[in-house]
């Protein structure tokens, strides 16, 4: 099938990015406590912790969407090539994150949009890789599947809604973002498992 | 096959994993003896040794339990992206063994405790994963295999046994935990050889 | 097929030279301003953008040749290991071109001319696996596919011509340099968007 | 066929490996001059391109030993991590080499003799994954192909002499040892161009 290769890369782009979270868990200073070295910077592991959810979502979506593509066009390849930069971008997105929180007003605020607003970009790309997915097989390009209903759109459309409303929200609280953050890898989650395959 | 992406993405992130244990292995300082400089550092060559033969060994597996999969759901989806997350966190537990264990009792107590913890983590996150799929195949959604018999589901859980052992033993010995474990990988590499493909 | 594993090989390699763009991205320090610990490093984020789209750009093309390839010889192992090797070397260039193109001018130049000859070494690479597949199908070792038009050829060299260019350029000034690889890389998008895969 | 996943793993595996060799090159301090700080460090570069070539040849020879093997047991999987395991050391053995090879004689010669010594694991890893499939072949588990000549094992062994001579040679002089295993490395590739694929 021809999709194959698009999903190798995908999939090998997704799996660093995953794994790459884990260089900024560092070791603690030898000369002081691990425990207190550790907990010094909690934020870290929050962050990793979100953000291999939100990842590992994000793949699931892209392996159930990519499921019943039968023909890859270049303007696919390029729309999936946007998602994987922002999927790149999340490691960083997660240190600043991370880095920042706990910091004086300004600095996390800016460092909370900025990790909404990269997730927010994700989100969006995704929506555009999908919707391209659906175009071809309403254009016939594509064999017909069952359309998405207009409950299952609304659903996915909770996550970008509320990482638009993070970007905002950053001003006000970095801390309330990294909460609302998490709350949205735990609904896809559920909501993942509640739902049959998105295409299919 | 169905399983062929979640085999794919599993590989890539195992690989990536067990080859990120290496970036612990540091050049000694230029300005010294690199004989000195390396011996000084045994305890990361050590560590890196042992969990490269952990996370192969869980490869396998991985590998063995996987191969008469033919449907993934949604549910052996989220199980295997614990686990991955699991086997993402051994090079930074192996770090911390690695820089803690030769120092003073309480820090190699607690680095060789969170070591141990993930150990333990992956191994059950590897149990979750073989039960679903047997699940599956008892209730006929997968073709029945000869079921695992009895006896090597108690071999399995050794390591499991002995990985809780050594979250407790931790706050004994941190050594005593590091020889634990790498007697645990020499186990689980001759059990392997020792005993036909799991699931089949 | 034949060409599977040089496919799945070339991939990761790939993947992991696109990902690791990211580790270029560095936290600000904590101490100071997030937005004006970013934007003194403005170059860092364009080089990526640029890089990363370069890089995917040249896997969309290797995506498209291989496809038709039946037999993977030797010669053409070697071609395509060369070609990774190029790409592999894209972020040690890419970090370069952002550390120094803010400079005194003598370093900026001699990173720019460095950044530029790594394209410029790929882009070549590139057209020697491409030759190597068309004299193959030439010779009828493979199935003939409609040749190459002039045109194409033509299209595909404009890029060459300007990373040449611009290894002359790069002692004039490097942000010119800079701004011209942002503008192949834009080519390449609308060429690739605009042209029917290049083998078939 | 059985074979796939033992494949996708070892190519990322190696893909990783052969990709990370990358960190060693450093950006320049940006006080100085980009050509004395990049001349200053040649052995980095001289190093990266001697180990990329070695592990793009041991790639290209696993690739096609492993084409037609059908049938992978335990045995094999783990003489392949042992393998893995001496490639993902490759990364190290190449900073130290490079990072010794121009200093003080003691330190250059340990430095030599360890990369010496894990080209040389390698190479004796290989050898066991390819008697191990030959031996299958020979017992019938595998499809009989043409044996491999007594030549081409000669052909074989030279990369092993050379390494183990090399080993001695180190603590007589470290560039000599770096200039024989270029030679090694340009002598598998003119080998692997002369030579038919080697199992088949």
């Known amino acids: 099938v021809d999709r ?37 910077r909690w934020p870290t592991f929050a962050a990793f912790g979100i953000s291999f959810v939100i990842v590992g979502c994000i793949w699931i ?18 729309l999936n090539l946007a998602l994987l930069m922002t999927v790149v971008l999340v490691p960083f997105g997660t240190s600043l994150m991370a880095a920042f929180v706990t910091h004086a007003d300004m600095q996390s605020h800016v ?24 175009q071809q097989q309403a254009t016939g390009t594509e064999p017909a599947t069952q359309p998405r209903s207009f409950v299952a759109t609304l659903r996915f459309a909770v996550g970008l809604v509320v990482y638009a409303l993070c970007v905002g929200l950053s001003f006000v609280n970095a801390v309330v973002v990294m909460v609302l953050i998490a709350a949205v890898a735990v609904y896809y989650i559920v909501d993942a498992l509640a739902s049959p395959p998105q295409v299919r």
Do not use: K, Q, W
Request: no cysteine.
């Open 4 to 40: 194959d290769r698009i999903e190798i890369f995908s999939d090998a782009v997704f799996a660093v990015a995953i794994t790459l979270l884990i260089l900024d868990l560092r070791v603690p200073d030898t000369s002081g406590s691990v425990i207190n070295g550790l907990a010094d």
């Open 61 to 78: 979506s892209h392996y159930r969407v990519f499921r019943n593509v039968r023909e890859v066009d270049t303007v696919l390849l390029f």
């Open 111 to 134: 460092a909370a949009a900025l990790f909404s607003s990269i997730l927010l970009l994700m989100g969006l790309s995704f929506a555009a890789v999908y919707m391209r997915i659906a």
